[in-house]
């Protein structure tokens, strides 16, 4: 089957049916860019396994998203959609970009959670948008805009909620959405790679940023993640 795209972490195919793709999981993992990058055992089986559980989550939930079917231990059956080229990352504390660009104390928490766009250009590096900025590209309407950030907070809710007796405390995290016949769904993969969890008793991070800080063993990581959400 035809390679459709190479990404960092995942690999797009065309599907066995029309208007469908394979994503398939790499055990790659960037940071900064792909400044930084390195190649962990398991860690594509593991966040294909971990987004295919979280799509389901949300998808159970009744917030539409790309997911078909589970093909096999790194890969998955999705709807082909017409990615809108924004990160939509919502907070509940901050860490991160936040914390360096506005200098707030790491782990402030927002109530409601924070939401910001990005444009999804690895040239431009992923900059901040307004939402003017948003119309002057033409990235999406402003109903579409209403509905994107209407979706991604229901989904963090849910997330949110599902994380919470794991003792896992979803920081923030990143959502793509697309297009399908003019409906707007949830699309990429929701994995430790798209958000931050911390751990409710200790404040570990059981996220990317193991591997962003050097904190200790991503597949570990990643595995202790999957083992509470009971899917190894
Ligand atoms: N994120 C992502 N892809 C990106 C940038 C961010 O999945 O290209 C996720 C990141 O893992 C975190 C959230 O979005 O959960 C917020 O990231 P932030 O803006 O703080 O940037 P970072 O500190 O990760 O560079």
Redesign the pocket.
Known sequence: MGLLYEGKAKQLFEGPEPDTVIIRFKDSVT??NAAKRAQIAEKGTLSAAISLKLLELVGAAGIPTHLLRWLDERSFLARLVEIIPL?V?V?NRA??????RLGLERGRAFEPPLI?L?YKSDELG?PLLCESHIQLLELARPDELQQIKRLALQAQGILKAYFAPLQLEL????FELGRVKGKIILADEISP????LWDSETGQSF???VF?EDKGELGATYLEVARRMGVR
Do not use: H
């Not at 860490?95 to 360096?100: F, Y």
């Not at 920081?171 to 990143?174: A, E, I, W």
């Not at 790679?193 to 931050?196: G, H, I, L, P, V």
């Open positions: 940071a900064g990160e990352v907070r860490a991160g970009s936040i914390v360096r910001e990005f992923d920081v923030d995290l990143k790679d798209t958000m931050r996220d990317k940023d962003r």
